[in-house]
Structure formats: structure tokens, C-alpha cells
């Protein structure tokens, strides 16, 4: 597609649940990212990938949260166990490279509220 | 580490008016620098960016010059509308691939 395509759009859990959110990059880019915008304009880099392959993952919290980008599916982000801190918009981008002056576009975010 | 330090607002103008947000940057290296635009209740969009010093991105009436000496990409449009209503941020990145964001800064234009 001509634009990242992110769902949920919204997305409410309970403490304790899992939440599961999906990216469709725009088509013919291979690189992913998923930062994570809290306190309305704070954001945090998450996790990147290079096709299927993790490219960077300093930014993903060691516990609860994974992330998956396989071959002919959206990629997706879960949060196991949600805390009332996980709220928050997570915005999923993507690049056709990782090269100077790439250019990274976003989808328009997944808003998770965890009550 | 890599750091975006931009004016807080929220910056309240009228229709027409002038508007400068100021950014200052702390990096290792000639990182890119972008301006990305918020408006209400959408993701982020590209506005400009810059990949090397002097450069200027230019769009939507909006312009921002890379500035090595000072380490500033302060983001100016000469007249304002109230559809440029939105939060503006600030963003480098050293490797082109991680953006590192300041905190946004809220514009509110009255008509």
C-alpha cells in the first residue's frame, strides 16, 4: 500500500491482558519501526526491523513486550500481562532503506488504553 | 547521548502571524534533522527535513536551515493559518533509521 497501515485503531485492555497490535508497511519497504508516544508528546523508539530480521531492540522493555515482523504478514507488536503504564499511542513507520537521508513514514498510531 | 531540545509551548497565534519554533540539537556526527507535524487526532507526518549543514527543507509555506554552527533547526512560516493548528516536533537521527524526538511544541492558530 501507498501509506503504514496500523490496527487497532483503539484498543482497550484490562490489567493482565495482552494486547496484540499489527502494521502493514508501505509496500516495497524493508525496514519497520514501533515507537511508543506516552504523556501525549513523549516518544520512545521501541524495536526496528530490517525484512524479518530484528535490527535494532534497545528501546523494547526485556519483559512482556515482543514484536514480530514474518514474511506475507503484518508485522505486530504484543504486550503480555498490560500495566496501566503501557497506555499509550504506539506509532508504527517504515523506510525503503536505512541509508543517509532516509526517509521514515509513519502510520497513524494505535491508541491502547489499559484500565 | 543524541538529544532534540525545542521551545515549549503551547504558542498561541493569530491568523497570519509569523511563527518560529525553535529547536537545538546535541549529536555525535552530522545527524539528519526533520520536522514532523501532528495534527489533531493523526499520526505523524513528514514536514521538512535537512540531511547536511546549510541545507533548507522547505514545504507547505514552512522552512527550516540547517545550521552546524549553532546546532539549530529552528522551523518558521511567515504567515500562519488556522489549519497549520497542530504539534510540531522536532527529530535528528545519526543513523537514519532511529529518530530521536523533542517534546513537541503545541500550536494553536486563531482565526
Known amino acids: 500500500g501507498e501509506e503504514v497501515a496500523q490496527t487497532p485503531k483503539h484498543l482497550v485492555r484490562g490489567e493482565g491482558q495482552k494486547a496484540k497490535l499489527y502494521c502493514a508497511p508501505i509496500?516495497?519497504?524493508?525496514?519497520v519501526f514501533w515507537y511508543q508516544q506516552v504523556l501525549k508528546n513523549e516518544f520512545k523508539f521501541l524495536i526496528s526491523?530490517?525484512?524479518?530480521?530484528?535490527?535494532?531492540e534497545t528501546g523494547m522493555p526485556k519483559e512482556r513486550f515482543s514484536a514480530k515482523c514474518l514474511p506475507n504478514s503484518p508485522c505486530s507488536l504484543e504486550i503480555q500481562a498490560t500495566k496501566l503504564e503501557d497506555s499509550a499511542v504506539y506509532f508504527c513507520?517504515?523506510?525503503?532503506?536505512?541509508?543517509?537521508?532516509?526517509?521514515?513514514?509513519f502510520g497513524e498510531g494505535s491508541w491502547l488504553t489499559v484500565v | 547521548g543524541d538529544s532534540v531540545t525545542q521551545m515549549e509551548g503551547p504558542v498561541t497565534l493569530s491568523e497570519e502571524a509569523f511563527l518560529t519554533i525553535n529547536c537545538t540539537y546535541t549529536?555525535?556526527?552530522?545527524?539528519?534533522l526533520f520536522w514532523y507535524v501532528q495534527y489533531p487526532g493523526e499520526g505523524l507526518q513528514l514536514l521538512l527535513k535537512?540531511?547536511?549543514?546549510?541545507d533548507k527543507g522547505s514545504n507547505k509555506g514552512f522552512e527550516a536551515t540547517y545550521r552546524k554552527e549553532t546546532t539549530s533547526f529552528h522551523l518558521e512560516k511567515g504567515s500562519v493559518q488556522v489549519s497549520d493548528s497542530a504539534v510540531y516536533f522536532c527529530?535528528?537521527?545519526?543513523?537514519?533509521?532511529?529518530?530521536?524526538f523533542g517534546a513537541g511544541t503545541t500550536v494553536t492558530v486563531r482565526a
Open positions: 513507520a517504515s523506510s525503503q532503506s536505512s541509508g543517509f537521508g532516509n526517509t521514515i513514514y
Open positions: 535537512a540531511t547536511k549543514a546549510d
Open positions: 526491523f530490517q525484512n524479518e530480521n530484528v535490527f535494532d
Open positions: 527529530a535528528l537521527s545519526p543513523n537514519d533509521y532511529k529518530l530521536s
Open positions: 549529536a555525535t556526527g552530522y545527524p539528519s
Open positions: 509496500k516495497g519497504h524493508s525496514y
